[in-house]
C-alpha cells in the first residue's frame, strides 16, 4: 500500500500480523494521537452525551488517502469510525474503543464541480452542507437541505444519516436529493457511482443501500446532488393557534391551498420558548398574545407568482375560520431570519440547558396529534416534576418529543431515569405505528432498541447486507446493530 514508512513502533506491534505499515502520507498532522488533547473535539459528540476513545484520528486529504488507509485497517484487522462534521445526535460517529480508529473527512472538503446545464452538484464527502448550499446559490439554484447544524455537518455525514431538515416537505430527504455517490468500501475498493443519472434501474440500488447506513457500509467519499431553481420568492409567516391539533389542520389547509409551494412547516408548542431564550434573550414570540401552538409557514417560488398573496390568502381564511388566533407575515428577510432563529435556537438551548432526554419521534401525518398527546400524558401520569416539550416538522409527521428533568436533580440520577423515560416515549410511538428515529438515526445509542424491534428475519437481511459490504465487521463496529455479545 503506497510508500511505506516507520511510524509508531506501538502502533506496529497492536496491529494483528505486523506486517503493515501506516501509509507514509497519514503521518504529521494528517494524523493525531487517540490521547493527545487535541483529539478531545473528535471524541465528544454534539450534545456532550458521550465521549469516547480511539488509537487515532487521520484526517486523509485526499480520496487516494481514504483507499490507502482502508486497506491498511483491512489488513491490519483495525475498525474504523468515520466522522464528517460529528453533529450527529445517535452517538454513530463517535469511537467507543482505544482500539478504533477515526477517519475524519473534514480534509477532504472540496466542491468539485457546479453543472447549470444538469441542475447538479458535486462535493467531496467531508464538504460543510453550508459550503455545498452557498456554491449552488452562487449558479443561481438551490440545494434545499436545510439544518440546524448546516454550519458545521458534512455532506458525506447527511448522506450517511439520511438527513431531513425544514424542506422535506417539498423537496424530500436527502435519499430523493443524492443523484451519486462515491464510496471507499470495506476492502479498499473504490466504487464510482457519480454518474448523474436521474432515472437508472438497473439491478439494486447500491447507492440507496449506502444512503442511512451510518458509516457501517463503507466511506462516501464523494457525493453529486441534484439542485433545484433558486427560489426568488421566499414568504414566511409566524402564527398562534390553540393546540397542535389545529397547527395539524392548518397544515393541512396550506398544503391544499399551497399545493407544492409550501416549503416548510414547523410547529413549536409554546413551552419550547425559554430554550431559544437560552440562546439569545432577544429570540421573542413576535405574536401579540400568548398561544399554546405556534408554526412557522413558509411558501417558495420562482417568478410570476404572487407567493406572498398566496400565503396571506390562506392566512386570512384560517383567521376567519378561527384556526389561528395570532399571525405575522415576515417583511423583509431578517424578519424571516428572526422566526427561523427561534425554531433553531431550541437545539442548542437544550443542550445548554444540559441533561434532556432527546427523541426524533414519527408517525402518519394524520396522528400526530395523537403522539404529543399521548407522550405528555405519559410523562405527566410516569414521571411527574419533569417537562416535556414537542416541537418539530409537523408536515412530516416527525415531532421532536424531549423532555427535561427537574431542576436540581442529580445528573446522574437524571441519566439513569433518562432512558426509562425513553422506554416510555419508544413504547407511545410504536403503539401508534411510529418510527422511533424519524431522521437522527440509529447510531450508537439506539442500537438495541432497534435490533430488538426487527423480526427475525429482518435480522437476517440486515445481517447479510453488513457481511455482504463488510466481512470483517470493522466499519463503525455496535452501530445500528450491536455487537453479537450485547445483545
Ligand atoms: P457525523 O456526526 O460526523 O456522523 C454521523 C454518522 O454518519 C456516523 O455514523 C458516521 O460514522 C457517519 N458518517 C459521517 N460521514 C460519513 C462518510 N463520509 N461516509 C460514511 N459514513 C459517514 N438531522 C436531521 O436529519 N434533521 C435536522 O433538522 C437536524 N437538525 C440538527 C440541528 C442541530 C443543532 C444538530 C447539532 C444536529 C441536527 N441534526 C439534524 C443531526 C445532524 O446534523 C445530522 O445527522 C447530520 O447529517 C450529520 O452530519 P455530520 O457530518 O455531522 O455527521
Redesign the pocket.
Known sequence: IGPMTTVHPSLQREASGAIVELPAQLAGDARIDGRSPLAERYLLD?GRDRRGSARFIVRPGSVADVQAFVRWCSQSGVAI?????????AG??ISDSSDYAVLS?ERLNRIRCVDPLDFTLQAD?GAVLQDVKDAAEASDMTFPLA???QG???I???V??N????NVLRYGMTRDLVLGLETVLPDGTLWNGMNGLRKDNRGYSLKQLMIGS??TL???TGVEVRLSPRPTQVETAYVGLGSFRQACELFRMARHFCSDLLSAFEVIGEECLPLAHLIDPNLRSPLTQQCPVHAIVEVACGPGIDAGGLLETMLARALETDLIKDGVVAQSRSQAAAFWAIREGL??GQARRGFHVRTDLSVRLSEVPQLIEQARACIVREWPGWTSLAYGHAGDGNIHFNVLPPIGCDPGEARTAGQAVLTSLYEVVGALGGSFSA???V?RSRSQVFWAGLSQRERQLHTAIKAAFDPAGLF?PA?LMPDPGDF
Open positions: 454534539w469510525v468515520v466522522q464528517g462534521g460529528n453533529t450527529g445526535l454513530g460517529a473527512l464527502a439544518l440546524g447544524a458545521s455537518c458534512t458525506g455525514g447527511n450517511a444519516t438527513a431531513g431538515g425544514i451510518e458509516g463503507g466511506v462516501v437545539v442548542e431522521e437522527h438515526g447510531g463503525n452501530c
